[in-house]
């Protein structure tokens, strides 16, 4: 197994029916690939940009397969990859996308996660060791 996590930036806001279409499409793949992760959007309103964070976890053929589709998909750019490895288990096996679409007052819950976008946030991230790293994004995902 190898799992892959980025950050990236929307070519333009998402909408809520561009969100939906990218999600269905993904998961529809992805259940069929036995790639399973987590997706994040979040639009920041005073840089009016939309950034994404993505977690994929799948064996070594689907994962390649499945980014080398989305690292050249024209709807985001400035791909940031943030962690890549083996891993034993999939953290995130219950879903074959987890999606959140959060918000300020989302983010406002979470201390560590106030800065969404922010170099002093990815920073702070890539100091955090995986998987502990990825059980924090798990948590954060349940509890919003
Ligand atoms: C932020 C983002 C996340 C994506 N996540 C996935 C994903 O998890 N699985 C997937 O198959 N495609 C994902 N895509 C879409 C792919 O880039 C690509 O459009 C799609 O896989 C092509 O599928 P097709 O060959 O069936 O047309 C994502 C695209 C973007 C912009």
Redesign the pocket.
């Known amino acids: 197994m190898k799992y892959i996590v980025y950050v ?1 930036q929307a070519a333009k806001a998402f909408s809520t029916d561009d969100l939906a279409g ?1 999600l269905t ?2 998961r529809k ?2 259940s069929a ?1 036995g ?1 399973s ?1 987590l ?1 994040v959007y979040r639009y920041n309103s005073d840089f009016k940009r939309g950034n ?1 964070l ?1 977690v ?1 976890e799948g064996t070594d053929d689907a994962l390649d397969d ?1 980014w080398r ?2 690292s ?2 024209p ?2 750019h400035t791909i940031i990859v943030l962690d890549e490895g083996k891993s034993e288990t999939r953290m995130f096996g219950d879903w074959s ?1 987890g999606f959140r679409n959060v918000d300020e007052s989302d983010l406002a819950k979470f201390a560590g996660f106030s800065e969404l976008g922010s170099d002093a946030f990815w920073q702070d991230a890539k100091k955090q060791a995986l998987p502990d790293a990825l059980s924090t994004l798990r948590s954060f995902y349940d509890a919003i």
């Open positions: 990236s990218l499409h993904s793949r992805n690939d790639v992760g997706l994404f993505q994929l499945v589709r989305i050249g998909d709807r985001h996308m």
